[in-house]
């Protein structure tokens, strides 16, 4: 299996642009998770997904963030307007609710810089 | 809620010193136990993990065990090399089809 594949890599972009990150899971894997990552915050779950249905977004920052899971093998991370401080990267994560200890499998993540 | 606390970096070894990162945690049933290491401009990738009390996780020499009585998973290797240089993460997951729960993570630096 390829992996959970995130595009695009590097993101740059305009203060008051869209910006829409992409996540393909693991074939199978009906788990998928979105963080973020920043330097003071760390490593913030922004919102998370069972079987394509969004279960928790208490993390997702403001109204500006949307997230959406329209089938099993895709999901996307939208940001409209984006400011400077979504400067961050943005992990992308899948696994299986088979069992307590299954671990999720994070993809190569989105570096994104608003100017 | 359930929350992971690790110790703060970052933390700088000579190569095959002894490393410990220590990491507990707080959550109100009995969770499984992780290490993810993240290498520069890369995701993270599970080190170890543990399931229940007293499980030992190991992989590439590094090992960590799950205590209940002090609700700790620190994370060890004996002999530490210049390609461990990385960010460990400790986390918990607390069940089935719930997000993982990560510490702020340790930057390790190891110099030959």
């Given at each position: ?18 910006v829409t ?5 693991i ?15 760390g490593?913030?779950?922004l919102i998370?997904f069972?079987n394509?249905?969004?279960i ?7 109204d500006r ?8 093998s895709f999901?996307t991370l939208?940001i ?5 401080r979504?400067?961050?990267v ?11 200890n299954t671990?999720a499998?994070f ?7 608003v100017? | ?6 110790m703060?970096?970052p933390v ?16 109100t049933?009995y ?13 993270l ?5 543990a ?6 996780g190991?992989?590439k ?28 993460f400790?986390?918990?997951?607390p ?5 993982l ?5 340790t ?6």
């Open positions: 299996d390829a992996g959970v594949i995130q595009s695009p890599r590097h993101e740059v972009t305009e203060m008051g642009q869209e990150l992409r996540c393909k899971p074939s199978g894997h009906n788990s998928l998770f979105w963080y973020r990552q920043t330097m003071m915050r490593l913030e779950l998370y069972n394509n249905v969004p928790d977004d208490s993390g997702m920052p403001e963030f949307s997230a959406k899971m329209p089938n099993a999901s939208k409209q307007p984006s400011e400077p979504d400067s961050a943005y992990f992308c994560a899948s696994s299986s609710q088979g069992a307590a671990e499998f993809g190569q993540g989105t570096r994104l810089t100017v | 809620g359930d929350s992971v606390t690790q703060e970096g700088t070894l000579s190569e095959e010193a002894f490393l410990t990162i220590n990491c507990t945690y707080t959550a049933g969770p499984s136990l992780f290490w993810y290491v993240q290498y520069p401009g890369e995701g990738q599970l080190l170890l993990k399931t229940k009390a007293d499980d030992k190991s992989n020499g590094f090992e960590a065990t799950y205590r209940k009585e002090t609700t700790s998973f620190h994370l060890e290797k004996g002999s530490v090399q210049v390609s461990d240089s990385a960010v460990y400790c986390a918990l997951k069940g089935r089809g719930t997000p729960v990560f510490g702020k993570g930057r390790l630096s190891v110099i030959a």
